[in-house]
C-alpha cells in the first residue's frame, strides 16, 4: 500500500482544516441563533466554543494515535466491535440527513429575497440543480468539490470585513454587550443548532498521516484552525448583534448587507450566497454518494448501490438527493422548520464526537487521555440531558442499527453451518 505523502505543516494543515469545518451553514446560523436567544445568543456561541475544547482535545489524540483510523465510525468500530461501526454511520447519515436540507433551506431563504417564492421551493430547485452536477465525469465533480471550500471561506471573511467596518458607535451603544440574562437550560435550547457549525473536526482528525512532523505540527494546526474558525464564529455573531434584523432571520446577511452598501449590496449578497449554496451541496451531495457506495459494499447499508460503467454512483446519488427532498417537503408542509433540522444534525453529530471520545476511553492506556475522554463524555452527556423528544432520533437509528447488526450476524452463522468444511 502506497503511503500518503507528508507535505502538510502547522499552517497549511491549518487552512486545510479549516476548509473541511467552515461550511455554508454560517449564513444561516447567527441570525437564528439571534432569533431564538436575542441578546443572549453571543453566549451561547461562547457555550459552544467551550464545550468544542474538550471534544477537539479527544480528536487531536485520535488523530495523533490512529492516523489512519477513518473517521468517527472507525475509531468506534476500533473499540467496540462491528455494531459500534453501523450504529455510528446510521447516526452520522442521519445527521447529514437534516442538515443538507437546511443549508439547500438558507439558500431559498436568501433566494426569496430577490424572487418572491416560498423559500422550500426555491430550496428543492437549488438541490436539484446540485444534483445535476453529479450527472458528470467524477474527475469533474472532484474539481468542484474541493474548490467549493476555499470560495465559502473567502466570501466569509468578506462579510465579516463588510459587516464590522459598518458597525457605527450608535449601533454599539444601542446594544452593548452583556453578561447572560438567562440561566443554562435557557442557554442550551439553540444550543444543537448552532453547534452544527463546530462539526468537520473529526474528519479532520484523519489529516494527521499527511504532517511532516505529526506530533509537532498536527495539534498545533488543530489549534491554530480552531483559534481562526471562533474569531469567524465570533465575528459574524457580533455582526448579527449590533445590526437591527426585523425579519427573515434566515438570511440576515442580506438585509445587513443592504442596511451598509444599499440595495445593490442586500441583492448581491443574495446572489452570492445562493451561489456558494449551490456549490456546497455539490461537494455535500458528492461526498454522502460515496459514503453510501462504501456501506454498501459492506453491507452496512443494504442496497445495491454499485456505481455505473463511468464510474458514477447515480443510484447513490439518486437516494441521497430522494431523501433530501422528503426533508425539504417537511419544510414546505410547515411540519419541520429550519433550525429544527439543524438542530437534529447538531445533536447527531455531538452525539458521534461522544462516541470518539468513549473510544478513546477505551483504546488509551494513558490516564490523562482517559481523564481527557472522560470530561468530553460527561460534558456531551450533560447536554443531552437537556434534549426532549428530538433523542428518540439517534435512538432509533441505533435500533435500526442494531436490526440490522443482528440480521447480518444471523446471515453468517447460518453461513459458516452450510460451508463445505462445517458439514464434512
Known amino acids: 500500500m502506497t503511503d500518503l505523502k507528508k ?8 487552512g486545510l482544516m479549516l476548509n473541511i469545518v467552515i461550511g455554508a451553514g454560517l449564513l444561516s446560523l447567527p441570525g437564528l ?14 457555550l459552544c466554543a467551550l464545550v468544542a475544547l474538550p471534544l477537539l482535545s479527544v480528536f487531536i489524540i485520535m488523530g495523533a494515535r490512529f492516523p489512519d483510523a477513518g473517521g468517527v465510525s472507525a475509531f468506534a468500530q476500533r473499540a467496540f466491535g462491528k ?12 445527521a447529514v440527513s437534516f442538515g ?16 418572491p417564492v416560498d423559500p422550500a421551493i426555491l430550496a428543492i430547485a437549488l438541490l436539484l440543480i446540485a444534483t445535476g452536477t453529479q450527472l458528470a465525469s467524477p474527475e469533474a465533480a472532484s474539481r468542484i468539490s474541493a474548490m467549493v471550500a476555499s470560495a465559502i471561506l473567502f466570501s466569509l471573511l468578506l462579510i465579516v470585513a463588510v459587516g464590522l467596518s459598518g458597525i457605527s458607535p450608535e449601533m454599539r451603544e444601542a446594544r452593548a454587550l452583556t453578561g447572560p440574562t438567562i440561566g443554562f437550560s435557557q442557554l442550551s435550547v439553540p444550543f444543537m443548532m448552532i453547534f452544527f457549525a463546530f462539526t468537520g473536526w473529526e474528519v479532520s482528525a484523519g489529516t494527521s498521516e499527511e ?32 445590526t437591527p434584523v426585523d425579519s427573515n432571520y434566515e438570511a440576515a446577511f442580506s438585509s445587513i448587507m443592504q442596511r451598509h452598501l444599499g440595495v445593490w449590496g442586500g441583492n448581491l449578497m443574495s446572489v452570492l450566497a445562493v451561489v456558494i449554496i449551490v456549490a456546497n451541496l ?16 459492506e453491507n452496512v447499508v443494504p442496497l445495491d448501490l454499485s456505481a455505473d460503467e463511468t464510474g458514477r454512483p447515480l443510484k447513490a446519488v439518486f437516494l441521497v438527493v430522494a431523501v433530501l427532498l422528503a426533508v425539504l417537503c417537511l419544510d414546505l408542509f410547515n411540519i419541520l422548520a429550519i433550525e429544527d433540522m439543524l ?9 458521534l464526537f461522544a462516541v470518539a471520545a468513549a473510544s478513546l476511553m477505551t483504546l488509551t492506556s494513558s490516564l490523562f487521555e482517559k481523564l481527557v475522554a472522560l470530561i468530553a463524555v460527561g460534558t456531551v452527556g450533560v447536554l443531552l440531558a437537556q434534549q426532549d423528544a428530538a433523542l428518540l432520533y439517534p435512538v432509533l437509528l441505533s435500533a435500526a442499527a442494531g ?22
Open 211 to 242: 504532517f511532516r512532523n505529526p506530533k509537532r505540527d498536527f495539534p498545533l494546526a488543530m489549534g491554530l484552525s480552531f483559534l481562526a474558525a471562533m474569531m469567524l464564529y465570533f465575528s459574524m455573531a457580533v455582526i448579527v448583534h449590533f
Open 282 to 297: 455539490m461537494g455535500a451531495i458528492w461526498a454522502v454518494s460515496r459514503m453510501l457506495l462504501s456501506l454498501s459494499r
Open 33 to 46: 441563533a439571534y432569533q431564538q436567544a436575542a441578546e443572549n445568543a453571543i453566549w451561547v456561541w461562547a
Open 100 to 115: 443538507l436540507p437546511a443549508i439547500a433551506l438558507t439558500g431559498g431563504h436568501y433566494l426569496s429575497v430577490l424572487v
Open 343 to 351: 438542530s437534529l444534525a447538531g445533536q447527531n453529530f455531538i452525539i
Open 403 to 424: 436490526v440490522l447488526w443482528a440480521v447480518q450476524n444471523r446471515m453468517n452463522k447460518t453461513n459458516i453451518r452450510n460451508s463445505p468444511r462445517s458439514t464434512s
Open 7 to 14: 507535505t502538510l505543516g502547522p499552517l497549511k494543515g491549518a
Open 83 to 94: 455494531y459500534a461501526y453501523i450504529a455510528s454511520s446510521f447516526i452520522f447519515l442521519g
